[in-house]
DNA sequence: AGAATTTGAGAAAGCGTTTTCTCGAAGCGT
DNA sequence: ACGCTTCGAGAAAACGCTTTCTCAAATTCT
């Protein structure tokens, strides 16, 4: 091994030498062990000090078997939802002084196994962020990724802390408002065929089917983002639907746009509800109205999960869920008589 | 050492025994060094195959002096802007097989080299996005950080490409719309203190000013988020300037909202203008007239730049710059007589 | 067939730390 | 003053891998 020829970045031994005491003695004054000798101490300090010597973390993690990071796979990192939970868990986590390392699935369910795997080696720990692989392989995969935590999903595998969301609840208080509005042709346009919370949303609404039976709701295909939207304005208008339940405000802001190009009014001509509430969704034209949830939060929640994980490794896995809060704003309005 | 007792993860020493070979043939097949007996390889692989083995990335960090992996730092992980260069930059890397760590200093300057070498001594490199620190500190640090690329920033420092936007011609162009909509008083409502692209502006908007005696400009103070656009709006209508020209699209909104909440009308009673155009900036009620720059691309090429960096380390570091161009949309109109 | 060469794989060193082990020196009591 | 404990620091092992070094076996050449 002679990658590197002469001189290179300084090391333990070079303060070792300067201070004229064994590195095992530097790593002991580096990590406030106190069975050194304050002199020698303060004499490691300084040669440490006047290389401006700082501890390599590989070797480190190496030695400690832990990498003070963390991993993080989303579907997609475009997405603002995605984009506000890493801010909050990177944001939480280097509170205590960890790092986060962000893996991009881009919505391919097979890659996700692979990008966790990969992610978690390197890392103390892996927050999977609504993935799209199925039950199965999720519980297959749990053990082998602990410690993990989930957002957006759950799994029977032991240890494996859940935040959930309740997109059933929001989907169908946000199919209320619509009703309450006048509405009685719903559609839904839907999520990723492969996203959890998409099945959810189409849970909670067979129950307002069966609630509402004299309402009718019809389920679109659809995607998870702004172009999916805006390419569903005229599946939409074909629909006959007056009220709008988009996937999330992003597809809802697509279609907003995809319908003003058409000369479709809203929300005099119709409706339309978004889901997450990102920061974006009351500036739209109209504001959107749509069920709030706290994105910043579940990845600061995620953090304390996670750091909890890692200091005891056998710490109860709590299942927190949080309820969605609809905000009503300008995309929605009476029906037409 | 007996940090962990008895049976842990999977090394190479495992497939070694299992394949009844030493560990040293294991890695020169895991690594297809093809000085290995065919057969010999195959049953080594066999054996991987079985134990499911797969090497752990910190051994192989510390014996190789690469992580595959590089660090980005960043003022405000909440700011579109960022987010899209972590995305690109991210996409990109991921593309031949690298990962990034994130850093956010909050806007807080002095955090930055220290998180920066942080992520040095973890990474193969580091991506400076926008850092607000001196040019003196920077040109301190880059050696140490070597290879860093810079984003909307540039040094005299060896060896460190810069992706520059010029947004100095940008907000020259952006004020020009304004003065041939009619408008005799604008006001420019500045980004945060130490942001070496606000100081861009700021020399753009000197000379406008020379260029154009006759109109008015005042410069206001201001920040680089949504809140601060908002905080402004008194202070904007109290200018009586009737163009303004906000930092970026997220004061611009902020500053949108703020009006609306006082009942000015834009563009009617006001125009104003953004800057970047971040994804949402044409969602907006007027939609934002600004000035776009190609920010995902950007940390595409921040990510050419760095690989160029890492496999050679003696590249040349070119400094490219992109040119803004004006989005010219609603929030922008004649101004009144 | 014997010497020279090539091939192939194990032994071992090295990457930069932390931590256990070990042992000399100092401190204590009697 | 002697044996006991305590203290402090160096030596060395360990973390998990890659790669050089080394040498036996197989191959080639004369």
């Known amino acids: ?83 506000a939970i890493l801010r909050g868990l990177s944001m939480a986590a280097a509170q205590d002084g960890y790092r986060v390392l962000i893996a991009d699935s881009s919505e391919v369910s097979s890659e996700e196994a692979i990008l966790a795997g990969e992610a978690r080696r390197r890392c103390d720990g892996v927050v999977l962020c609504a993935p799209r692989m199925s039950d199965a392989e999720l519980e297959e995969l749990a053990p082998s990724l602990h410690p993990m935590v989930l957002i957006n999903r759950s799994t029977d595998a032991a240890q494996t802390p859940s935040l959930m969301v309740d997109y059933g609840l929001g989907i169908q208080e946000l199919a209320r408002h619509l009703v309450d509005l006048g509405h009685r042709k719903l559609a839904f346009l839907s999520g990723p065929e492969r996203s959890a919370s998409n099945a959810q949303r189409l849970v909670g609404l067979d129950k307002f089917r069966t609630d509402h039976p004299e309402i009718q709701l019809e389920i679109l295909p659809g995607g998870s983002n702004f172009d999916s939207g805006h390419e569903s304005a005229e599946a939409i208008l074909a629909s006959g639907a007056t009220g709008i339940l988009a996937f999330n405000d992003l597809v809802a802001m697509g279609l907003l746009s995809g319908l003003h190009e058409r000369g479709v009014r809203v929300p005099e001509d119709m409706s339309i509800t978004g889901f997450d509430d990102i920061p974006f969704a009351r500036y739209t034209t109209p504001p959107l109205t749509t069920a709030a949830v706290p994105i910043t939060e579940l990845g600061d929640l995620a953090w304390r999960r996670m750091r909890e994980l890692i200091q005891n490794k056998d710490a109860e896995a709590p299942r927190n869920t949080f309820q969605p809060q609809v905000e009503v704003r300008g995309s929605t309005g009476p029906a037409k008589a």
């Not at 090391?11 to 004054?29: E, L």
């Not at 069975?35 to 010597?53: K, M």
């Open 1 to 83: 091994m002679a990658r590197r020829p002469g001189t290179q970045r300084i090391g333990i031994a070079d303060v070792a030498t300067r201070a004229g005491v064994s590195h095992a003695t530097v790593s002991r004054v580096m990590n406030g062990n106190f069975t050194v000798d304050p002199e020698i101490a303060a004499r490691v300090r300084t040669a440490a000090a006047e290389l401006n010597y700082q501890p390599n973390p590989v070797g480190r993690s190496l030695a400690l078997g832990r990498t003070d990071t963390i991993g993080i796979v989303v579907p997609d990192l475009a997405n603002p939802t995605f984009q």
